[in-house]
Structure formats: C-alpha cells, structure tokens
C-alpha cells in the first residue's frame, strides 16, 4: 500500500528558503504523478506544484512560480519542494499526494489524488 511522508516544515523569516520532501514507500515512484498542496487556516486547499515522475514535468501555481521548485529522486523515492523567497502568505500545511492518473502538464494540476500524506507545517514569521 502507497505511504507518503512529508518532512522539512518549519519556521522561517520572510525571504527565507525551505526544502520539503515527500518520500513514497509501499511502492516505487516511477509511475506516479506527485501533487504538492497548501491549506491555511480559514482558507481552501490550494495545489501548489506538480510532477508527473515518468516524464519530469512540472507544473506551479502562479502564486509561487518563480519561487518554487519541484524535484525527484527516484533512489530516494522522494520528491521535494524547494522554496525560496518565502512570503508570510506561504504559510500553511503542506500535503503532498500521488497518483497514477491523469497526468500533470505544465498547465494543468489534478485537483484530486487517491493517496495523500499527513502533511508538514510552514511557517513564515518574522
């Protein structure tokens, strides 16, 4: 059974940088699509970053492109959310999902995925 874990949250200074992962276990990662969401209190769940592991692309959210960066390491079986130039509306909980289908392009993010981690907390605070 597919298992995500999220790590790397915190607390960080506005302009500040922090690197999430997502690890996969149960299962390899090579067939999956990797969704990365963010949800505020008092606000809907927003999907943040995408990539579609078989093929590399990714996909960003206009709030934080530019700023974001989505990677994988299938030795690792892992996937991780470099992000940089934090800004205060940043803040949330961070969840990343998996799926096999549909795809994520450079355009379309899936709003759904069938398997989703317990999520990592960010903070950005001065």
């Known amino acids: 059974q597919l298992q995500l874990v999220e790590s790397g949250g915190g607390l960080v200074q506005p302009e500040g940088s922090l690197r999430l992962s997502c690890t996969v276990s149960g299962d390899i990662l090579d067939y999956y699509n990797i969704g990365w969401f963010r949800q505020a209190p008092g606000k809907e769940r927003e999907g943040v970053s995408c990539l579609s592991v078989p093929d590399g692309t990714t996909y960003y959210a206009d709030s934080v492109r530019g700023r974001l960066t989505i990677s994988r390491d299938l030795a690792k079986k892992t996937v991780y959310l470099q992000m940089k130039r934090l800004k205060p509306e940043d803040s949330g909980i961070y969840y990343c999902?998996?799926?096999?289908?549909?795809?994520?392009?450079?355009?379309?993010?899936?709003?759904?995925?069938?398997?989703w981690g317990l999520g990592t907390q960010v903070t950005v605070s001065s």
């Open positions: 999902a998996a799926d096999s289908t549909p795809p994520c392009t450079s355009e379309y993010m899936p709003p759904t995925y069938a398997t």
